[in-house]
């Protein structure tokens, strides 16, 4: 099964809205928890999994982009 142009398209632009995603969660300070002081920051749990849950989504647009994903030719071989 081939990837319309349409599709490529709309799969390059996911890709840099992920990657941009990514840059700012991965760049950006961590916020504390109340009246917290900086010495007391802990990470934040759940920014660790968006980040982790970003970049799995990044390789499966790239595998996507490839044509590796689901329903490519080599897929079962």
Excluded: N
Excluded at 8 to 19: D, G, I, N
Excluded at 46 to 55: C, I, N
Excluded at 59 to 68: F, H, Q, T
Aim: aromatic fraction near 2%; charge should be negative.
């Amino acid at each position: 099964m081939s990837t319309a142009a349409g599709d490529h398209a709309s799969l390059h632009e996911l890709e840099l809205t992920v990657e941009t995603e990514l840059t700012v969660a991965e760049t950006s300070p961590p916020e504390p928890a109340g009246d917290a002081s900086i010495g007391e920051w802990l990470p934040d749990p759940d920014a660790e999994r968006y980040e982790v849950r970003l970049r799995a989504l990044l390789g499966a647009v790239k595998a996507l982009e490839d044509g590796s994903g689901p329903g490519s030719t080599t897929e079962g071989r």
